[in-house]
């Protein structure tokens, strides 16, 4: 009785919150992945976090106490990874799109995750034609290529001027559009699934009321692949702010520092062979996007037992953990003790 | 057409020789030794029967002799097929070995067949990955045709149009049959049967049985039958390992073991089957008990019809039902699977609609389901499901779930509900402490008993038990059954019982309803059904239950083919 007391207490807080009790689980290959990806993803978060303090410049700055930025400059002392076709240095909107891209998922996620968790209980619990409804709209979202949509969220939003919140909330909206649907489809799935298991019933049989039922019952149960989607989601989210940009729909230069948006100022640059203003932004979207889906691939393969890679067994000495059948035993023992 | 295959394995040494094996499988909580020692040998044409409870590593020690084991597995040890060591063969030899050799018959015959190829091709793949003994490759003409052998030697009627159905167009007993005669289809010395009864109801049970005995006084196959059910063993076995926490506890020709246990594990474990006849609830009862109190449950007529798909006739899960369930007493239903009887319990607790006859559930007609007027009444009502793992919530704690229906109607406080929860848990004979732990720290048993608490806490009038023991095992499903017995008879509710295990019913039960297709085929006393049946459907499923006994249950065989030729 002792070995089940002992083995099956839950283990302190900090071991289960998510990513840090997928680090302990995992081995080899995926160990790798996982932590590369929270190496970069740590390294964005960072560079969000520190900008005001890493870059040396304003995201929108034109000049200094020396006079005008020379345009198209070249690596240099003075601006490390050149200067673009407007004269902002390449370096520091970098370090400031870090920050822009940071504020965008954040808002965009959260948003995406309420709205989609609640519409996605509701419609798997009751059903019916509200359910009906709102996975035709749902599909119908789905049918529109996502890029296009966000595109025509953002002018619906925007009407083409854009302060920095202003600019930040148009984008994440459009891209919330395009993840309501992913996260309605997913609790849904998870809502219908647990709604006929039997601790549901059994709360049901006792009188339990709906609002109940999904707030204790269903819920914690249909969230918990939620930071999985959360982490693939950012990375997608950060395509689609890259994208907005790029087209032209994202965020003024002079509102907030955006990769998407240097990547198509320097179209016209990597043909007279100027590098610098078009490979930095870059490689920070492959690189944060990389980071990111890591980490959600390797959470993803660390959830599921099938997936999930272990040691060898007897590769060392047990030391009696909850599975072993030393515990088992002794449940088994207590159970027939008990008259 | 058989003859002509080659039939290693038929000199006088064993068949297999299973020698000092030990698997051992990595988890994320250290490894866990599933088989720690286990070495026994199986003779041609013998059946030898490997029991124990769940998590005994007999299915893993099956697994091995097919080199079935999952990558997380190590196995030390030797695995001996006609001369070949399972565990350190290359994998293109294990493939030769495996369906010649050795075959395996599944636990769930729905699920062993692929439901998009006719069974007669997938019988045909196993023969055709082999070759025939002059080492050229079988055609796929010959191949079919030794497919229509094999359905034809397991008793398919009609082999030559079967052999072209789809899974879905047999029965599960015939599925059953089908997945044998797979094994069989290349004459293995050596047929490993993993829980081939299992999944099956009672009558069929029988003639799966029927046939593998059969196959061993025909054709010789030895056959290594997995099972948890002692009724099996003493049907089909002639000699049984006892396995438990996976070592061998005790080996003994099936006779012998039955008669004189020696191990203790083994006699707590004999003394623990249910065994139809004996421990009555209805004992020397002569007339049904408590019919002067209140009737708790009145069906009359009672239909419940499942809509079809566009174009096809509701199904009538339950036609034209009635019975009564009085204050005080236990009335047991019992029924293969599809019979209906799990139906009329969910509709008892408004889990589902009814859509002819009438049901009053403490006055409450069924018919005018509104689940705003019956909630009121949910509290006089307790449910016990089949599955203890899955009817908690895994979130909350046991404490938590057990004082849930007495939060919902009358909102106590915190130290109140402890208190109670603490009460019952003690009733149910669990540690009040227990009130802390989650689900999943908790054996079967405990949680069977932790969901019983919750069905009683607020004391209910009635309560519903849905397969509440089949999925524990035999000695922890006995110990839960006394519990029961005796908490019903300290609380005095009325209880519907549902179960497709006679034995079990008959040790609760004073009334029992045997249910057949949806219709009430008998009830009566619980004693005089079981004892003295009436209707030839309660006569057959009644001779169809295989006693744990080896000398008895032979005349039941006797009886039981004597009712199906009658």
Known sequence: MNATTVSGRKQPLLYRLPVISHFRTSVGLQRGMLVTGLVLAVLFLLTAALAPIIAPYGFAQLSDASGTFPAQQPPSPAHIWGTTVSGYDVFSRVIWGAQTAFVVIIVAVVMSIFLGVALGLLSGYFGGWLDRTLVVIADAIYAFPSLLLAIVMSIVINHGQSSFWGGILACSISISVVFVPQYFRVIRAETIRLKAEPYVESAKVVGASSVRIMGRHIFKNATRTLPLIFTLNASEAILTLAGLGFLGFGIEPSSAAEWGYDLNKAIADASSGIWWTGVYPGTAIVLTVLGLTLVGESMNDLNDPRLRGRKKAGSKVPAGGPGSTAGAQAALEAEARMP | ?566
């Open chain 2, 1 to 566: 057409m058989t003859t002509n295959i080659d039939r290693p394995g038929t000199g006088s040494g064993p068949v297999l020789d299973i020698d000092h094996l030990k698997v051992t499988f990595a988890t994320d909580s250290g490894d866990v030794f599933a088989v720690k020692d286990v070495s026994l040998e199986v003779n041609p044409g013998e059946v030898l029967a490997i029991v124990g409870e769940s998590g005994s590593g007999k299915t893993v020690t099956a697994k091995t002799i097919l080199g079935l084991l999952p990558e997380t597995a190590t196995s030390q040890g030797a695995v001996l097929i006609n001369g070949n060591n399972v565990i350190t063969v290359s994998a293109a030899k294990l493939r030769q070995i495996r369906g010649r050799d050795v075959a395996m018959v599944f636990q769930e015959p729905s699920t062993a067949l692929n439901p998009v190829y006719t069974v007669g091709w997938q019988i045909a793949e196993g023969i055709r990955a082999h070759a025939d003994t002059s080492g050229h490759k079988i055609s796929a003409k010959e191949a079919k045709a030794r497919a229509v052998e094999a359905l034809r030697k397991v008793g398919i009627p009609d082999p030559e149009t079967r052999v072209n159905y789809y899974p879905h167009q047999f029965s599960g007993g015939q599925k059953q049959r089908v997945v044998i005669a797979a094994a069989l289809a290349l004459n293995p010395g050596l047929i490993v049967a993993d829980e081939p009864t299992t999944a099956l109801d009672v009558t069929v049970q029988a003639e799966i049985l029927e046939l593998l005995r059969d196959l061993r006084d025909k054709y010789g196959t030895s056959i290594v039958l997995i099972t948890h059910n002692m009724g099996v063993v003493a049907d089909l076995a002639d000699r049984v390992v006892v396995m438990y926490q996976g070592d061998v506890v005790e080996e003994a020709s099936s006779r012998v073991l039955f008669a004189q246990p020696k191990e203790d594990y083994t006699k707590k474990l004999l003394a623990a089957v249910p065994h139809l006849g004996r421990n009555s609830a209805s004992e020397g009862m002569t007339e049904r008990a408590h019919q002067g109190g209140k009737v708790l449950v009145e069906a009359k007529d009672l239909t419940i019809e499942y809509p079809g798909r566009l174009g096809s006739p509701a199904f009538k899960a339950v036609d034209g039902v009635t019975f009564t369930v009085s204050e005080g007493e236990v009335f047991g239903l019992v029924g293969e699977s599809g019979s209906g009887k799990t139906t009329i319990g969910r509709a008892i607790a408004g889990l589902n609609r009814t859509t002819g006859g009438s049901l009053k559930v403490l006055g409450y007609e069924m018919l005018n389901f509104k689940e705003r007027t019956f909630k009121p009444l949910r509290k006089e009502i307790g449910f016990v499901f089949q599955d203890p793992a899955a009817s908690f919530n895994p979130q909350l704690t046991i404490g938590d779930c057990v004082a849930e229906p007495l939060i919902i109607h009358s909102n106590p406080s915190p130290a109140e509900a402890r208190k109670r929860v603490g009460e019952l848990l003690e009733s149910v004979q669990l540690p009040a402490s227990y009130a802390d732990r989650f689900p999943h720290e908790l054996s079967g048993g405990q949680r069977q008993r932790a969901s019983l608490a919750r069905a009683l806490i607020l004391n209910p009038k009635l309560l519903i038990a849905d397969e509440p023991t089949s999925a524990l095992d035999v000695s922890v499903q006995a110990v839960v059954l006394e519990l029961f017995k005796e908490i019903q008879q300290q609380f005095g509710f009325a209880c519907l019982f549902i179960s497709h295990d006679l034995a079990v019913v008959d040790m609760l039960s004073h009334w029992v309803g045997v249910l057949y297709k949806g219709k009430m085929v008998e009830q009566g006393l619980g004693n005089q059904v079981m004892g003295n049946p009436q209707h030839d459907y309660t006569k057959k499923l009644i001779a169809s239950l295989p006693v744990p006994d080896p000398d008895e249950q032979a005349r039941r065989r006797e009886a039981f083919r004597a009712v199906l030729h009658s």
